[in-house]
Each structure stands twice: as C-alpha cells, then as structure tokens.
C-alpha cells in the first residue's frame, strides 16, 4: 500500500494568518491527490483534486501544489470557518486509495 | 448536485454482519462509481472499497475476505455488508460518490456517516 504522512499534525495559527501544510507519498503518485478539510462532527469534504484543482464552490484562498512524492495545501488569510481537520487521499494506485492521518488546524 | 443518504444498524454484537444502504438523489447513479469509507479514532480515514453502476467492484484487500458491496440502479442505492463484525470495525462510515478518471478521481459527495459500535 501506498503510505502518506501529514505535518504538521497541528497547527496553531490565527485569523488572517497563511498556513501550509504537507503530504508526503510513500511512492509516487504523480498528481493523483486530493485534499479535504473535515470539521468536527461532518463527514469530510473536497477541497481540491489532481494535487492543484481547486473544487466547484471552494474558496480561492484554498490552493494545492506539488507532484510525485510531495505535495502541499495552503490556505492564505485564514477565516474562523477554516478552523477543522486537513486529509490528503491518494487515487493513484488502488486498491485501496490510502488517507492521509490529518492536519488539525486550531485557534492561536 | 447529488445528495446522499445513509442508514443502517448502529449497534452490533461481535460476529454479526454490518449491512448499511445509501440513496442517490439528485443525481443519476448511472455513472461513475460509489465508494464506501470509515473513520475511527485508531485507524484514521480508511477506504473500504468501490463499486461502479456496473457491478464492477474493488475491495480494500484488508478488509476484501468480510466485505461486499452491491448496487441497485432501480432504487439509486448501493449497500454494504461487513461481515463478522469485531470491536476493531467500531467506527463512522461513510458513503461516497466518487468523480472524474484517472489523475481527476476524487470523493466530492459524502453521506452524514453512520456510526456503527460492535459491543457485546
């Protein structure tokens, strides 16, 4: 299976700071990522696929670069609402398309 | 924009069999294929597996011995069945459309969860 690990595994940052956070593959998957922000209690939801695009009705401050092995996922002027769990899937190499464990972005 | 709605048990005695449906509206489940996921506290996100309109499915091979996943594109359902259900398979599932081929592919509608506790 193909391994993929997120870091930070929090980060404490405020409204209108710039995050960035990282997801590294075990292998490469060239662009076959996807990212998806989790608030407590919900079920997940698509932030961006093929490592760079940007989801229907996704706020533009979301953006996702990288390919091959490194991958990451920035949120500029973070918002109150941003404020959740990050996940990167990989859907390159199946079965099965392996999760990331998780970036928890919470209040400075 | 397609909406999913799950249900099913949420409590199991070990050994029984999980069996979970999730309807398809606003959309055609014609197309594309459907993915089931779960969610626990020591495992994270987990794939369970996929199943297209056609039939045609792919397992988590973990998890591939226990599990089947089956469709029915009268009723815009897809369903699945875990069987011998053990404290280790207590978690949220999820119900998931996915979209796109090849590097597009992604999971962009999710159902609410269900979560699902094996107890004696």
């Known amino acids: 299976d193909i391994q993929l690990t997120q870091s930070p595994s929090f980060l404490s940052a405020s409204v209108g700071d710039r995050v960035t956070m990282t997801c590294r593959a075990s292998q490469d998957i060239d662009n076959y990522l996807a990212w998806y922000q989790q608030e407590a209690g919900k079920a997940p939801k698509l932030l961006i696929y093929?490592?760079?695009t940007l989801q229907s009705g996704v706020p533009s401050r979301f953006s996702g670069s990288g390919t091959g092995t490194d991958f990451t996922l920035t949120i500029s002027n973070l918002q109150p609402e941003d404020f959740a769990t990050y996940y990167c899937q990989q859907l390159n190499t199946y079965p099965p398309f392996t999760f990331g464990p998780g970036t928890k972005v919470e209040i400075k | 924009q397609v909406q999913l709605q799950q249900w099913g048990a949420g409590l199991l005695k070990p050994s029984e069999t999980l069996s979970l449906t999730c309807a398809v509206s606003?959309?055609?489940?014609?197309?594309?294929?459907w993915s089931w996921i779960r969610q626990s506290p020591e495992k994270g996100l987990e794939w369970i597996g996929e199943i297209s309109h056609r039939g045609t499915t792919h397992y988590n091979p973990s998890l591939k011995s226990r599990v089947v996943l089956s469709i029915d594109s009268s009723k815009s359902q897809f369903f699945l069945n875990l069987t011998s259900m053990s404290a280790a398979d207590t978690a949220i599932y999820y119900c998931a459309k996915v979209s796109g081929r090849t590097v597009t592919r992604r999971l962009d509608s999710w159902g609410q969860g269900t979560l699902v506790t094996v107890s004696s």
């Open positions: 093929a490592a760079s």
């Open positions: 606003g959309g055609s489940i014609s197309r594309d294929y």
